[in-house]
Every structure is written in structure tokens, then in C-alpha cells.
């Protein structure tokens, strides 16, 4: 499967975002996908993560502010980013595979990234 992240941008603080991550491939319904992202100078760390049947998971920096979601009929999965914060800016990626997890070696298809940038 391949991945194409977009809907980054600069914006500023308390204001919302919302990130697409488009899939090629017919069994991507059968994929878990996940988002992650990468500050400059730090790992790659998640952020929220949704299963082939819906499930999801957030990392406790995103809960109650970010809502990842899926549209299998469009191939795509979004996450809405609301009340930004500074520290949100990074560089955010998708990944898909054949899981459900948090962790960034579980994933072998990544999209290439979409840069946020949240201003004070």
C-alpha cells in the first residue's frame, strides 16, 4: 500500500487542523493505520492510531484534542488536530499495515510527511 500525507500547514496556537492520509491498494479496509510525528532533534513518537475495524488509540498528548478517523470508501484516514499547541509542531507521518499498535517499528508503509507548524 502506498501512502500520501497532506493538510499540514502554519497556524497558529488554539486553532485546528485537519491531516488526510490517502491509500492506494484495495485491501487498505484491512489495514490498521497510525500517525505519528518527528520534531526536529527528537524520535518519531505516535500520536493516534485506528484499526481495520475501527478501534483507536491516542497517545496521551492528543487525547481529548485530536480524533483520528477513517473512510474506507475513500481510501483515507484523517486526523482532526484541534486547540494546537507549539509543541505539536513537528513533522507528521502515516503509516499502514497489518496491526493495531502504537509503535513505530510495527508499520512497513509510511507516507512521506506533512509539516505542522504551530505558532505562539
Known amino acids: 500500500v502506498q501512502l500520501q500525507a497532506s493538510g499540514g500547514g502554519l497556524v497558529q496556537a488554539g486553532d485546528s487542523l485537519i491531516l488526510s492520509c490517502a491509500a492506494s491498494?484495495?485491501?487498505?479496509?484491512?489495514?490498521?493505520v497510525g500517525w505519528f510525528r518527528q520534531a526536529p532533534g527528537k524520535e518519531r513518537e505516535f500520536v493516534a492510531a485506528?484499526?481495520?475495524?475501527?478501534?483507536?488509540t491516542y497517545a496521551d498528548s492528543a487525547k481529548g484534542r485530536f480524533t483520528i478517523s477513517r473512510d474506507n470508501a475513500e481510501n483515507t484516514v484523517y486526523l482532526q488536530m484541534n486547540s494546537l499547541k507549539p509543541e505539536d509542531t513537528a513533522v507528521y507521518y502515516c503509516?499502514?499495515?497489518?496491526?493495531?499498535?502504537?509503535?513505530?517499528?510495527?508499520?512497513?508503509?509510511w507516507g512521506q510527511g506533512t509539516q505542522v507548524t504551530v505558532s505562539s
Open positions: 491498494g484495495r485491501t487498505f479496509s484491512s489495514y490498521g
Open positions: 485506528i484499526s481495520w475495524f475501527g478501534g483507536t
Open positions: 503509516a499502514a499495515d497489518r496491526v493495531y499498535s502504537r509503535r513505530v517499528d510495527d508499520y512497513d508503509n
